[in-house]
């Protein structure tokens, strides 16, 4: 999961959110900031799959009880959550938090870094921002991360590290990285202000189709998606490409969808025994062939558009297995100001499949170099509808 960002809020997924309302994604983060946002309490009639082991009620009592004894409630609320075990609940401080949720907006203040998991929890740079920070000092895609701020990295969740990584401009963050031949080495980087760039871009092949990049899920990104696929002519063949893509705001990546699919189910979700269903919107979808370019990289809102057009039959997916980010959080705001994400349940594709752990596997599965061409070659295969 990246630096740039990947978990919405509340987000299925690196970056990564399932809301009812699909808008409350975005109200969430700047709710909790203001203080105008109650804390939420999912209602527990069961335990959804894979939820949270830690409720609200228990961090609430464990940061007034640190406060009490004038020691650190974010703290104490992160021990808490460390030791429930679950892999994708996180404790952010106040500035942490709000530095994580602007990154919603496609800017932020960091070192340039985008992460994924390795398989032993060890987060790896999957890219590095050209001209930015990183880049400079000479940090390279593969090297892996082993702490940030003199704090150890391995087995934290992504959003955590993500955290670290993100400050005010101007301030210093060391670094503790080994590179892919074992070598190790530590830097000491200056955070700067990065534009999220171009979210959604479009490039056109000369043979009439075209490509459709989506970075992450951003503010206004589902409906960039829409806009740019309207703007090719009808039935142009598209090779969607979600390499990379560490999520976002999920209601961008169901806006998204609406650009192929004519409304109709997107993914699902368990929410204190009650079933949520998120939706695409209706009226905007292209009808030209379509395949979904996807690697390690892509991940949550990203996986919940890939497994949607997979499973309804509108996209063949090309690539390498996806990341497998399949699970529900929800922010909910503490006493001394900083905010927990607790796991509320896992998500499930239109066809039930869950993803968690496991990721989707691709149609056509390709080595990373020739994943393009490839999408390419099955793009023109699947010719033109008449």
Do not use: C, I
Not at 50 to 77: C, I, K, N, P
Not at 268 to 274: A, F, I, L, R, W
């Amino acid at each position: 999961m990246p630096e740039s960002p990947r978990v919405p809020r509340p987000r299925a997924g690196q970056g990564f959110p399932l809301a009812a309302p699909l808008l409350l994604a975005a109200v969430l983060a700047a709710g909790l900031r203001g203080g105008w946002l109650p804390s939420y309490e999912p209602p527990q009639t069961r335990a959804p799959e894979g939820a949270s082991a830690v409720s609200g009620a228990r961090l609430d009592g464990a940061v007034r009880s640190a406060l009490a004894r004038g020691g650190s409630g974010t703290e104490a609320a992160r021990a808490l959550v460390s030791r429930s075990g679950h892999r994708w609940d996180a404790v952010y401080g106040p500035s942490a938090y709000t530095a994580w949720s602007e990154g919603l907006t496609g800017a932020y203040a960091g070192v340039g870094l985008s992460l994924a998991h390795d398989a032993d929890g060890a987060p790896r740079v999957s890219r590095v921002r050209p001209g930015a920070p990183a880049a400079r000092a000479g940090v390279r895609a593969g090297e892996r991360l082993l702490s940030v701020g003199g704090r150890e990295v391995v087995g934290l969740p992504v959003t955590r590290t993500v955290g670290l990584l993100r400050g005010e401009p101007g301030t210093r963050v060391a670094l503790r990285l080994v590179r892919e031949d074992g070598t190790e080495r530590r830097l000491v980087l200056t955070r700067v202000r990065l534009g999220g760039g171009a979210a959604v871009s479009v490039e056109r092949y000369g043979d009439g189709g075209a490509r459709v990049r989506v970075r992450a899920f951003t503010r206004g990104a589902g409906e960039r998606v829409r806009a740019a696929v309207a703007a090719l002519p009808p039935r142009t063949p598209v090779v969607l490409d979600l390499r990379g893509n560490p999520g976002g705001l999920l209601d961008e990546a169901a806006r998204a969808a609406g650009a192929f699919l004519d409304g109709g189910e997107v993914a699902t979700y368990e929410d204190g025994g009650s079933r949520r269903v998120l939706g695409a919107p209706r009226g905007g979808a292209g009808t030209g062939p379509l395949v979904v370019l996807v690697d390690g990289g892509t991940a949550s809102a990203a996986e919940v558009l890939t497994g949607a057009l997979q499973d309804r039959g509108r996209a063949v997916v090309v690539g390498e297995p996806t990341f497998g980010k399949g699970t529900v959080q929800v922010p909910r705001a503490l006493p001394d100001g900083s905010v927990a994400e607790l796991t509320v349940g896992r998500w499930r594709t239109p066809g039930g499949r869950g993803v968690e752990g496991a990721g989707l596997t691709p149609d056509v599965s390709t080595a990373p170099g020739a994943a393009e061409a490839r999408a390419r070659e099955v793009l023109t295969g699947l010719g033109t509808p008449s």
